[in-house]
């Protein structure tokens, strides 16, 4: 079965220092890739997605992840953070034969001192 | 912007009561799915619904789940004897088109007694 890991559960960061989340996934054939952001009290929304083509997307907010199929990455980036980027986020995979079911990782919440 | 709203926001239930669920989907969205959250646990595929059947669904989707679009605007899912383990946020989603993002609702916190 399909399983999505981001190895970074709590991460800490000032105001504009740079962003890294790492999600990693175990299928090896054609994926369909996410980023789920939950700021406290809401409900997911949509970061960025990767179904193909350019494997470095472009999300909202300044966020980007780039696709490295050979390491079954797609990490989350962003240049310099903000206050308002607290928030928990959600990696999430869906195989492109199964449907749209997604399966998630485990999240990372990250806080952003300002 | 069109969003998905979920109702109740919070349920609190006895152990071996029936819940029901609701979401109201985008409007002109076909495919419905259902995700649970145990606290501190991750999100978890429930059940997929499009043309009134069921799609697919996952293994924690047993006999005591079932989910119907009673009146062809919200989406429910019935949880026929709830469990202590049944205690979880609930989120429904829905999407337009196939191959497209999930829109998600803000979730339905269910406590169980």
């Known amino acids: 079965a399909q399983s999505v890991s981001q190895h970074n559960h709590h991460v800490i960061l000032s105001e504009a220092a740079s962003l890294e989340l790492g999600c990693n996934y175990s299928?090896?054939?054609?994926?369909?890739l996410f980023w789920y952001v939950q700021y406290p009290g809401q409900h997911l929304q949509l970061l960025l997605k990767?179904?193909?083509?350019?494997?470095l997307v472009k999300g909202i907010k300044g966020f980007e992840a780039e696709f490295i199929k050979s390491k079954f990455s797609f990490n989350l980036r962003k240049p310099s953070v903000q206050w308002s980027d607290t928030a928990e986020y959600f990696c999430?995979?869906?195989?492109?034969?199964?449907?749209?079911?997604?399966?998630f990782g485990g999240g990372t919440t990250l806080m952003v001192k300002p | 912007e069109p969003e998905v709203t979920q109702t109740p926001s919070h349920q609190v239930t006895q152990m071996g009561q029936e819940v029901i669920l609701r979401c109201v989907p985008i409007?002109?969205?076909?495919?419905f799915y259902w995700y649970r959250q145990i606290l501190g646990q991750k999100v978890e595929f429930l059940v997929s619904f499009y043309n009134n059947e069921i799609s697919e669904k996952s293994e924690i989707f047993d006999d005591q789940f079932s989910v119907e679009r009673p009146d062809g605007s919200n989406f429910t899912l019935k949880i026929r004897s709830t469990k202590l383990e049944d205690s979880a946020m609930y989120f429904c989603a829905t999407i337009g088109t196939f191959y497209n993002e999930q829109f998600f609702g803000p979730g339905t916190r269910l406590t169980v007694l």
């Open positions: 409007s002109n969205h076909l495919y």
């Open positions: 299928y090896g054939g054609t994926v369909n």
């Open positions: 999430a995979v869906n195989e492109d034969n199964a449907g749209n079911m997604l399966t």
């Open positions: 990767y179904f193909s083509g350019d494997p």
